[in-house]
């Protein structure tokens, strides 16, 4: 059953579309609570490494690959998470040693150990990871980064 022409344009008159801003309006709201988060969240960037061995003397020593050599600095801090502890340690860089960039490079830390446990186990020799934050990015700068190198690919030769 159709209906009259009067009744469709009364009905169309009759409805105000609110439901339709309602919706307009929580998207652009979630839209713009989307950027804000895009360009000002921050995310963690770590270098990672190894810790070669016990103590030496009161510093450690932690083998990183040789392109961290830019990113790390004398007094950044660092975090160690020994194998056999669930208790991360915090440490601080000393000394940074092999900047040749060939081979692995030795970062000397001192661990600000607060627990005689801890101290047993770098004494006798417990292996682990050592993370040091080296830059906080933004998913915007995530992404600017990955297009850079997506754009910046050497061209393929026209000629094998």
Excluded: C
Aim: proline share 6%; hydrophobic share 45%.
């Amino acid at each position: 059953m159709s209906l009259a022409f009067s009744h469709s344009t009364r009905s169309l008159q009759a409805d105000r579309n609110n439901v339709s801003r309602w919706g307009l309006v929580l998207a652009s709201l979630l839209l713009v609570a989307w950027a804000i988060w895009f360009y000002r969240a921050h995310f963690n960037v770590y270098e990672t490494g190894q810790l070669t061995g016990g103590m030496n003397g009161d510093s450690l020593i932690a083998t990183f690959p040789p392109e961290a050599a830019t990113r790390l600095q004398m007094g950044q801090t660092a975090q160690l998470r020994l194998a056999d502890s669930s208790t991360p340690i915090s440490a601080i860089i000393m000394r940074i040693t092999n900047q040749d960039g060939k081979s692995p490079l030795l970062v000397e830390l001192y661990p600000l150990i607060k627990d005689t446990e801890s101290l047993t186990a770098l004494e006798n020799g417990a292996t682990g990871q050592v993370d040091i934050e080296v830059a906080q990015v933004s998913p915007a700068t995530l992404i600017m980064g990955a297009a850079r190198q997506f754009l910046n690919q050497p061209a393929m030769p026209a000629k094998p």
